[in-house]
């Protein structure tokens, strides 16, 4: 398996413009994070989902945020619109089932707001 | 505030020296994760410790858990300019699969 995939890698987009961050997690894993790391806050979970289904965005910062797992294999972190505060890296991570298990993660989609 | 608390934030060190990272939290953890992450790079999975105690060792690496499992450190004999990254300690919170992260050490070692 490739791991997980995250696209774009880098993202430079203007102030008020949408933003559609794309993952592709491991193939049979059945959790989903968005994790954005930054200096100042370090890696903070935005959202994670179950089988699709999202458990927890209490992590999510503004109702500009948002994320969708439309199937098992595609999940998408959309920003509407961005701000220069959402300057971050953003990562997406996969998981099995179960107590304790290792949390994959893509390489991260470095954004610019400017 | 961050559940889970690491110190210290920034340490350089001379390679073939010993260091000594903390990972703190006022609560109870079934369990704790440390992590390493390289510029460029998502978080790569170390080692997990499970019961309140354990001691796990990874090369020059030694992982303890406390005994009230709250607390982790992260010890590394010689270190060598190759274990230059940050490390992060991450802990599921919940009962459940959320995996909720520390702010990390920042880790030079200078050659």
């Known amino acids: 398996d490739a791991g997980v995939i995250q696209s774009p890698r880098h993202e430079v987009t203007e102030m008020g413009q949408e933003v559609t961050l794309r993952c592709k997690p491991i193939s049979g894993h059945d959790y989903l994070f968005w994790y954005r790391q930054t200096m100042m806050r370090g890696l903070e979970l935005l959202i994670y989902f179950n089988n699709n289904v999202p458990i927890d965005d209490s992590g999510m910062p503004e109702d500009r945020f948002s994320a969708k797992m439309p199937n098992a294999s595609f999940s998408t972190l959309k920003i509407q619109p961005s701000e220069p505060r959402d300057s971050a890296v953003y990562f997406c991570?996969?998981?099995?089932?179960?107590?304790?298990?290792?949390?994959?993660f893509g390489q991260g989609t470095r954004l610019t707001v400017v | 505030t961050q559940l889970l608390e690491q110190s210290p934030q920034f340490l350089s060190i001379q390679e073939g020296e010993n260091l000594t990272v903390y990972c703190n939290s006022s609560s109870v953890f079934s369990s704790l994760q440390w992590y390493r992450q390289e510029p460029g790079e998502g978080p790569v999975l170390l080692v997990t410790v499970v019961t309140g105690g354990e001691v796990k060792k990874l090369k020059r690496l030694t992982f303890q858990f406390g005994d009230a499992r709250k607390d982790s450190s992260l010890h590394i004999t010689a270190a060598q300019p190759g274990d230059t990254g940050l490390y992060l300690c991450?802990?599921?919170?919940?009962?459940?699969?959320?995996?909720?992260f520390g702010g990390g050490t920042r880790l030079m070692v200078k050659p």
């Open positions: 991450a802990g599921f919170y919940n009962a459940g699969n959320m995996l909720t």
């Open positions: 991570a996969s998981s099995f089932t179960g107590m304790n298990t290792e949390a994959f």
